[in-house]
């Protein structure tokens, strides 16, 4: 483990996810989380599914910026580019269209897009690097959050397991921050929770970091989380933006 | 199976099968598919060709829900099919329904060419009616001109996480249609220039359903129920709403 991914997970850094409950916000509206005990499995679902799927998205755009040629095999993408160098544009593209095609909600992809867009910005200024540079001109948008997580794991030196062990830490401990705010929960029993979710952690860290081919990366879907995402835009009081 | 255009229309071509899996043809450019065997049991492997091929139509049913049941290790299904330019494909077989203690894997890899369009459903009872099920992991991966369209994994069978309120909550079913093709899909601003939903990102979403335009050609409907009945009203409900 590199010391930065200790900067990259830390809710500190200043990229703006403290605005996002991943769907908390809504579940605690709807009354699915009303203590630790609900929080517990929502974020136990959360990790194995979205959080899984982030993680691996995440491993493989670290990858992708670290040792590009190697990332483009595992994208089976055109052999006439040059496996030297940075990666292009289009690479990093087609990488952001698979976490497309794994978010099927428009308002989970927004929230995506503009967590991704955030931490980009922030990160340039922190770790500047041509990587994500490349990243920023190729998806000016904003790229899903994990594409660019990965990347900027890559320009802080961490490994794709760090960027997953990082994606996998922020799919749970957002959440958990937002439910202690929203239902007053008591912190300590918040983060006995988080504790209890650090063997879960490490096995999806693990699963997520290994190599594969970007189309058969882990594609988990929540519906719940799909419903609280979309209902959580037509709710007129909100504390957080996702 | 396979369709071919003769004289303009739809002539369908290869219609091979063996139990437990039968294929009818039942009307013009229609096949039912007919257990004539229990299971899928744990051991079996059964497979499922579809080649429709330019510009020709075929609808798939099947005659009865499909129940999964234990037996000698895991059971798998794998439905590959293939679109051609300007065809259409109807795939809406009853659901499936996992007994206990079985273990299944289901694969489905549906591949479109540009101009192809397509409907299909998707539906997982877990359990007969107060049945704990037994486990589930399901695959289905769309590409579209070779752009991925959507990626998606269920997993059912781990208590901790099926009851979470991220995942399918209280839920006892999960469906999904998955519609796609030249009407879901013309090359707009926010997708990069990519082919996007002429519908933007506007979901509808009602208890239990969500309409959700994807970020590609297609749209999904996914919903989760209490029972089958529910869940295919609810999926017939946003149809008829995307």
Do not use: K
Not at chain 1, 195 to 203: E, Y
């Amino acid at each position: 483990m590199d010391a930065a991914l200790l900067l990259l997970a830390d809710s500190r850094l200043p990229a703006g996810g403290h605005g996002h409950s991943g769907g908390a916000e809504e579940a605690v509206r709807t009354g699915a989380i009303t203590g630790p005990e609900d929080l517990a499995r929502f974020l136990r679902g959360r990790l194995t599914t979205a959080g899984l799927v982030a993680a691996a998205l995440a491993a493989a755009a670290c990858e992708l910026a670290t040792a590009p040629g190697a990332a483009a095999d595992q994208a089976g993408t055109r052999p006439d580019e040059p496996a030297a160098g940075a990666a292009p544009e289009s690479a990093w593209r087609e990488l952001d269209a698979e976490a497309d095609a794994r978010t099927a909600s428009p308002a989970q992809r927004n929230a995506a897009r503009t967590q991704g867009r955030l931490l980009l910005r922030s990160a340039r200024r922190i770790w500047p690097s041509p990587a994500l540079d490349t990243l920023a001109g190729a998806v000016p948008d904003g790229a899903h959050h994990p594409i660019a997580l990965g990347a900027v794991s890559a320009a802080a030196g961490c490994s794709p397991h760090d960027a997953a062990l990082a994606a996998a830490y922020t799919s749970i401990t957002g959440p958990a921050t937002a439910a202690v705010r929203l239902l007053g929960l008591d912190p300590v029993v918040v983060h006995r929770v988080l504790a209890g979710l650090v063997p879960d952690l490490t096995s999806v860290a693990r699963t997520a970091g290994a190599r594969a081919a970007w189309e058969r990366l882990p594609a988990h879907a929540a519906p719940a989380l799909d419903l609280l995402a979309e209902q959580h835009l037509r709710t007129e009081v909100r504390l957080f933006v996702s | 199976m396979g369709t071919e255009l003769v004289g303009g229309r739809t002539v369908l071509g290869t219609l091979r099968s063996d139990p437990p899996l039968t294929l009818r043809q039942t009307g013009h450019g229609t096949v039912h598919l007919v257990s004539t065997a229990a299971g899928p049991l744990g051991g079996d492997r059964l497979e499922l060709a579809v080649d429709v091929a330019p510009h020709t139509t075929l609808e798939i049913a099947s005659v009865a829900s499909t129940l999964v049941l234990p037996g000698n290790g895991e059971s798998l299904t794998v439905v590959e099919a293939r679109v051609g330019a300007g065809a259409t494909l109807r795939y809406a077989p009853e659901p499936t329904v996992l007994a206990a203690g079985c273990a299944h894997r289901m694969v489905v890899r549906l591949v479109l060419e540009e101009g192809a369009s397509v409907s299909w459903r998707e539906e997982i009872v877990f359990g007969r009616y107060g049945e704990r099920p037994g486990t589930c992991h399901s695959r289905f991966d769309a590409t579209i001109g070779g752009v991925p369209l959507l990626r998606q994994e269920f997993v059912v069978g781990d208590p901790a996480v099926d009851g979470s309120p991220a995942v399918y909550g209280d839920a006892r079913c999960v469906g999904s249609v998955l519609l796609a093709g030249p009407a879901f899909g013309h090359p707009g601003p926010g997708n990069g220039g990519r082919p996007g939903n002429p519908r933007g990102h506007a979901s509808v979403i009602a208890e239990g359903c969500a309409v959700l335009p994807l970020a590609g050609p297609g749209t999904l409907v996914s919903a989760l129920a209490p029972d089958a009945a529910t869940l295919r009203a609810r999926l017939t409900w946003g149809l008829g709403r995307s």
